[in-house]
């Protein structure tokens, strides 16, 4: 099937200072999060298992994740973690959707890009319920490379789990 590179990087979404600016900038590196709590949720677990439950494979499955946490601890301090994967496999022309479920709280963004083609969305605000946030892209032709990016923002501690669909448009 498709082989996709996991890459979990610990980076900071707040307080992130680097050498350039503008969104395409690298943070120098992981930093706590503002107003923060030194603790992760005692819910992660069940976050984690009600994402990995609503991922449920569907006949337009292409990739599907396991569900993953929005934040870590690192040396007793929380530190936010940005999920991003990417794959170099074969995509055919068409229509994809990038479907996230996430379970806990606070705002995700999702980048999802094939070939050149990319689309960069705030999802729906993560609740202690199911949420389901969508990004569609077009892809004319082929291309050999993807990429996903969850994105939390400020405090958000939820669990994340995705899949790419291929449909009919």
Same mark, same amino acid.
């Given at each position: 099937?498709?082989? %996709?590179?996991?890459?979990?990087?610990?980076?900071?979404?707040?307080? +992130?200072?680097? /050498? $350039?600016?503008?969104? /395409?900038?690298?943070?120098? $590196?992981?930093?706590?999060?503002?107003?923060?709590?030194?603790?992760?949720? /005692?819910?992660?677990? =069940?976050?984690?298992?009600?994402? /990995?439950?609503? *991922?449920?494979?569907?006949? =337009?499955?292409?990739?599907? !994740?396991?569900?993953?946490?929005? %934040? !870590? &601890?690192?040396?007793?301090?929380?530190?936010?973690?940005?999920?991003?994967?990417?794959?170099?496999?074969?995509?055919?022309?068409? *229509?994809?959707?990038?479907?996230?479920? +996430?379970?806990?709280?606070?705002?995700?963004?999702? =980048?999802?890009? &094939?070939?050149?083609?990319?689309?960069?969305?705030? &999802?729906?605000? +993560? !609740?202690?319920? %199911?949420?389901? #946030?969508?990004?569609?892209?077009?892809?004319?032709?082929?291309?050999? @490379?993807?990429? %996903?990016?969850?994105?939390?923002?400020? @405090?958000?501690?939820?669990?994340?789990?995705?899949?790419?669909?291929?449909?009919? #448009?």
């Amino acid at each position: 099937m498709i082989g %996709v590179v996991l890459v979990i990087a610990l980076l900071g979404v707040t307080g +992130c200072t680097g /050498d $350039g600016e503008g969104p /395409d900038a690298e943070p120098s $590196g992981p930093t706590t999060i503002a107003g923060a709590s030194t603790t992760i949720s /005692d819910q992660m677990p =069940h976050y984690l298992r009600e994402a /990995d439950r609503a *991922n449920a494979r569907t006949e =337009h499955t292409v990739v599907s !994740t396991a569900a993953r946490p929005t %934040v !870590t &601890l690192q040396d007793s301090e929380l530190m936010t973690m940005v999920i991003r994967d990417e794959g170099q496999d074969r995509w055919e022309a068409g *229509n994809y959707r990038l479907v996230v479920y +996430c379970v806990g709280a606070g705002t995700i963004y999702a =980048h999802f890009s &094939l070939g050149e083609r990319s689309e960069v969305t705030e &999802l729906p605000t +993560c !609740t202690p319920t %199911v949420t389901t #946030g969508i990004v569609e892209l077009t892809l004319p032709d082929p291309a050999t @490379n993807s990429s %996903v990016l969850i994105i939390p923002a400020g @405090n958000a501690q939820a669990a994340i789990a995705y899949q790419i669909q291929k449909f009919q #448009g």
